[in-house]
């Protein structure tokens, strides 16, 4: 028990089941999950679909972090993806084909792609701090979006293209497996190959990593273009929920939900070890958390201000030092006992 | 050699401007020092002399009140000081320049010299009266830079002389240069040392701390050595040889150790064999100043020298850590070009850093992780080492090197510095290279492994791995090597091979003759 206590998901595990706890005591209806039309409805299907795109830019989010990097730019990134794939699609002689939606994917997955290249350039070529390399693209890309949408809110109608973030399949929403299967070929990657230990190493000691003839240049770069991959498909889901590409506010703030996903999770911004199972909690907290507040009657005006607050309890508890303050109170048996 | 003492008779002169007596200094688990006397007096040039980790910068932040001392007095101007802050030592008279410049290069000279000094008027910066007043200490340095012009756009040698000039407008009694030379050239410290000498002759007692033997012989009137945080000796320059200092500062163990029973390649490489390394005229800028160096196969190689004479500078260039302005590598014949250490892996070359901590381990990894990373990343991350072979290297390397703990997931950061050695020296084994640079890989590290490390080189050396052993314990050196390379001033001065002739003394006698004596013996160039 002890040795589960230390592990930072513990905490951010409690924390979710704590939130969801508090949700059906106050909607007792909330764990309920019903299946109409052959689609299961209900508060934690809405939470899983919802969180899809959080979870998605979180992914790509903690290999960047793991690396000692981050990425600011993830939700202008998925803007541009959406703009893209709307305009596309609306611009095209078969706006309503299934073929318009495969290309259209194609194209804005490919131009996410280049964005990512980008970002890992400046960072990893030309070792520009990558919270100042990727605010460029961070600001720029809204712009970028905003040209390629000519300013306009572009709808688009198209029931291939409704399908990826508001379609079923096999009962589930498709948001959801993408980012699910996202996950389980993230984790493979990581886990199965070197990948993960060659990340954490350039993360954790980037001198002896290239020292020991680690490519550190390349891992870094690698890292900016899956996360800007994830961000792209993410971008997609969004502009697919709503049919529409919105430059200005598709993805806002996302970046910053994603980095809470990913600290929550227990992965440490000064790089290093990650847990991509972590995220994935961190990214369901942050969405149920979302859920929460009004149904527990939060006014909307405090709303930002009490998610500020559960956040920094959640860090405060997984905080080492903060446990060891509460730690060094009791008996020093028991710490010499925590500690063996 | 009766000057390695602390009981000198002080030389009568005048009364010290600085008088430090009895200074202790701890920080947690080292005493960084232990009663230290020093003194210094006014128009004088005083040389502060030790090794890395002697002291030295140690009692000069004990002097501009960086550091509190826990016990001991300090005497400026025959009054009693606790300095508390780098402001209390300064409104005291002391300045220091430290080694990098912290000026501002986008601001001009006059206001670097003058800042937080301005002189105002009508609440103004008065910027006349500004360059004024940093012209006449530039007169003073005998600078002709226009004091409007931005700093940034003088050589490091200039900046070096506006931060004294900084130092000086300040009214300094007493001015330090820690290691004012290390990025000047050889006209540049002329003109540093001619402006020292004005400022002595005006009357400011100078400290002076450099790692370049003759700079300070040229320079300074009297030195003080310090080794392991305790004082040596006072010595005046002119009735010390550079073979004395170097003696003190390294403090002689002339303990002779039995050499490790190794075989080495027998007699003179005979003339036909291709070496396993040749290296020609290898050069850095500022680093290292050109290199020969050939390298046999099972050859051990021993680097002597004191530290910053260029003996890792040449290690790194070996193994491309740092790319070379000029030379070439040959490997068995080939030439190869090392931009990065991966190249030079490639070309089976290893090396063990000497910082251990910031440049071998990855602290968050587990043993196993350490061991095989470099094998790991040789092989591209899309082909993980199989477990089972993992398992077999892991298990065989912590056997034979007697890691401890043996257990391949424990957490490196948790090991001690000896057994971090070891899994580091694992993690290039396992690469089966074909030259194996070792930076001190003894340092630090507890008697028991250190042995246990000398042993395998030597075991190594006999099983055909070349090594090249650098090393600051010329003992050990002198245990393991065939052949040793003794450097001096980022450059090689001798290179022999390591017969019942050479001893500890006849190395450190080459140190201090900058290699003129042996010249004539070295066995092959």
């Known amino acids: 028990m002890r040795e589960l206590v230390r592990r930072p998901l513990f905490w951010s595990t409690l924390a979710l089941l704590l939130l969801i706890a508090l949700n059906t005591a106050v909607t007792p209806s909330f764990l309920s999950v019903r299946l109409q039309d052959g689609h299961l409805y209900g ?5 899983l679909r919802n969180g899809a795109p959080v979870l998605l830019v979180a992914l790509g989010m903690t290999l960047v972090i793991a690396t000692r990097g981050i990425d600011l730019s993830v939700g202008a990134v998925a803007a541009i993806a959406g703009a893209v794939a709307c305009v596309y699609i609306a611009g095209s002689d078969r706006p309503a084909a299934t073929s318009t939606v495969v290309s259209a994917v194609a194209l804005a997955v490919g131009v996410c792609i280049l964005l990512g290249l980008w970002n890992g350039f400046l960072v990893s070529v030309f070792g520009i701090q990558p919270i100042i390399a990727t605010l460029v693209l961070m600001t720029a890309g809204r712009g970028l979006a905003m040209l390629i949408t000519d300013g306009q809110i572009t709808t688009v109608v198209n029931p291939a293209f409704k399908v990826l973030g508001a379609g079923f399949v ?17 984790a493979v990657l990581a886990r199965r190959t070197a990948l993960g ?14 020292l020991a003839g680690v490519r550190a240049r390349t891992i870094t770069w690698t890292v900016y273009v899956f996360c800007a991959f994830c961000a792209g498909v993410a971008g997609l889901m969004i502009a697919s929920n709503t049919s529409a590409a919105d430059a200005n506010n598709a993805g806002l703030w996302i970046e910053l939900d994603a980095i809470l996903a990913v600290v929550i999770g227990g992965t440490s911004l000064a790089g290093g070890k990650f847990s991509l199972l972590g995220t994935l909690v961190g990214a369901m907290f942050i969405q149920t958390l979302a859920t929460t507040i009004p149904t527990i009657g939060i006014p909307a005006e405090a709303n930002y201000l009490f998610k500020a607050v559960v956040v920094i309890a959640v860090c405060l508890l997984q905080s080492p030092r903060v446990r060891a303050a509460f730690r060094s109170r009791r008996p020093v048996s028991t710490v010499k006992a925590g500690a063996a | 050699m009766t000057q390695v003492t602390t009981s000198i008779p002080p030389p009568a002169v005048g009364t010290p401007v600085v008088e430090m007596r009895g200074i202790s200094i701890s920080f947690p688990g080292v005493k960084a020092l232990a009663d230290v006397d020093f003194r210094l007096l006014p128009g004088e040039v005083h040389a502060l002399m030790g090794e890395n980790g002697a002291g030295k910068s140690t009692l000069i932040k004990a002097l501009t009140g960086v550091y509190t001392i826990d016990e001991g007095t300090v005497t400026v101007a025959g009054t009693d000081h606790r300095f508390t802050s780098p402001a209390d030592s300064q409104a005291a008279g002391i300045s220091t320049v430290y080694q990098e410049v912290n000026l501002c290069t986008n601001l001009t000279v006059a206001e670097n010299m003058l800042l937080g000094r301005e002189p105002h008027r009508f609440g103004r910066i008065d910027v006349k009266a500004m360059n004024r007043r940093a012209r006449s200490v530039l007169d003073r340095l005998g600078l002709s830079i226009d004091p409007g012009s931005s700093l940034g756009e003088h050589s490091i040698a200039i900046q070096q002389l506006v931060a004294i000039g900084r130092a000086l407008d300040i009214d300094a009694r007493v001015l330090i240069l820690d290691e004012p030379t290390s990025s000047l050239d050889a006209d540049e410290v002329a003109k540093l040392f001619a402006v020292m000498s004005d400022l002595r002759d005006q009357g400011v007692a100078i400290l002076f701390v450099s790692h370049f033997l003759d700079q300070v012989f040229e320079i300074s009137d009297r030195m003080t050595v310090l080794r392991n945080g305790k004082l040596v000796g006072e010595y005046l320059t002119r009735d010390t040889t550079q073979l004395t200092l170097v003696e003190a ?3 002689r163990e002339l303990e002779t150790l039995d ?4 075989q080495a390649p027998t007699a003179a490489p005979d003339e036909a064999r291709v070496p396993l390394l040749q290296v020609l005229g290898l050069s850095r800028k500022g680093s290292l100043q050109a290199v020969d160096l050939e390298i046999y196969d099972g050859e051990v190689i021993g680097v002597a020298g004191l530290l910053g004479s260029g003996r890792t500078e040449l290690a790194r260039l070996l193994f491309g850590a740092d790319t070379a302005d000029a030379g070439t590598i040959d490997v068995r014949g080939s030439r190869r070009r090392f931009r990065t250490p991966r190249s030079a892996i490639g070309a089976k070359i290893a090396f063990s850093s000497e910082n251990r901590r910031a440049e071998g381990v990855v602290e968050d990894l587990t043993i196993a992780d350490n061991m095989l990373l470099t094998l790991q990343a040789a092989r591209g991350w899309l082909r993980p080492v199989p477990q089972r072979t993992r398992d077999r290297l892991v298990e065989e390397y912590i056997k034979a090197l007697d890691i401890r703990p043996p257990d391949p997931a424990a957490l490196m950061r948790n090991l001690s510095g000896g057994n971090q050695q070891k899994v580091l020296l694992a993690r290039w084994l396992i690469t089966q290279p074909e030259l194996l640079i070792l930076d001190e890989p003894t340092r630090g590290i507890d008697i028991g492994a250190k042995t246990q490390i000398q042993q395998l080189v030597a075991k190594l050396a006999d099983e055909g791995m070349s090594v090249v052993f650098i090393s600051t314990e010329l003992e050990e050196v002198l245990r393991l090597s065939d052949r040793v390379v003794v450097m001096r001033d980022r450059a090689k001065i001798a290179d022999r091979f390591n017969d019942e002739s050479v001893t500890v003394a006849g190395i450190l006698a080459t140190i201090a003759a900058g290699g003129a004596e042996l010249k004539e013996e070295d066995s092959d160039a």
């Open chain 1, 197 to 210: 230990m060659l990340i954490e190493s350039v993360g954790i000691n980037p001198e002896a990593s290239r």
């Open chain 2, 249 to 251: 500062m390294i403090g």
């Open chain 1, 43 to 47: 508060s934690l299907i809405d939470i």
């Open chain 1, 170 to 186: 096999a009962t589930l929403p498709v948001a959801i497996l993408i980012a699910l299967a996202v996950f389980a070929v993230t």
């Open chain 2, 259 to 262: 050499r490790l029973e190794h």
